[in-house]
């Protein structure tokens, strides 16, 4: 396969993962999303329990987005070879990879916090240093979000933009955290 069939294949392929990833998790206007109305439509049921619990129109939905993010950045790596003119890299890999590991594990391991009590349900909104992924749960449950998953969430919304923003301030972080310590370590060899 050529190199330009194989970009165009990649960025073609990354566009329509994103935008089936997308559709199959928005819903506008406080209507059931578009994947809950096509796996109602196929005889599936969108949670695991009737309406709580597992949402598996979010984790369709991701199955399209991760890929489409990993296409997308095999797509830019050849497009744009990821090198200027001095041989400098414009994305730094390392900083880009260790963000996205720090904000999924974040995730995980951080206890979430009740952002609203509204009486009937709880919110917990998880996420370092913005929340992104809130889950709401019928009791006050555990404050971690892979307990939240599985025991009687009445609904789950992922904010892409503020993971995005999360994934790119502590890429910020870390570049500088890296500057910094180049140049310390520049003047500690001088002395």
């Not at 695991?48 to 939905?61: E, F, K, P, Q």
């Not at 200027?84 to 974040?106: A, D, H, P």
């Amino acid at each position: 396969m050529s190199k330009i069939n194989r970009k165009v294949l990649l960025g073609i392929t990354s566009l329509m993962l994103f935008a089936l990833g997308i559709l199959f998790g928005i819903s506008l206007g406080g209507n059931p999303s578009y994947g809950d109305l096509i796996l109602k439509s196929v005889g599936l049921g969108p949670w695991s329990n009737i309406d709580t619990g597992l949402h598996y129109t979010a984790i369709i939905s991701l199955i399209f987005l991760i890929p489409a993010v990993v296409f997308g950045y095999m797509f830019l790596k050849e497009t744009l070879e990821l090198e200027n003119m001095n041989g400098k890299r414009r994305i730094e890999t390392l900083e880009c990879k260790l963000s996205i590991f720090i904000v999924l594990t974040s995730t995980f391991v951080l206890p979430g916090k009740i952002e609203q009590n509204m009486g009937s349900f709880f919110e917990y909104a998880f996420g370092f240093p913005l929340n992104y992924w809130s889950v709401y749960q019928g009791d006050e449950g555990s404050s971690y979000l892979f307990s939240n998953l599985f025991n009687g969430n009445i609904g789950m919304n992922i904010n892409i933009v503020n993971l995005f923003l999360d994934i790119v301030i502590l890429y910020y972080v870390l570049l500088i955290i890296r500057k910094v310590f180049i140049k310390l370590y520049a003047v500690y060899k001088k002395n």
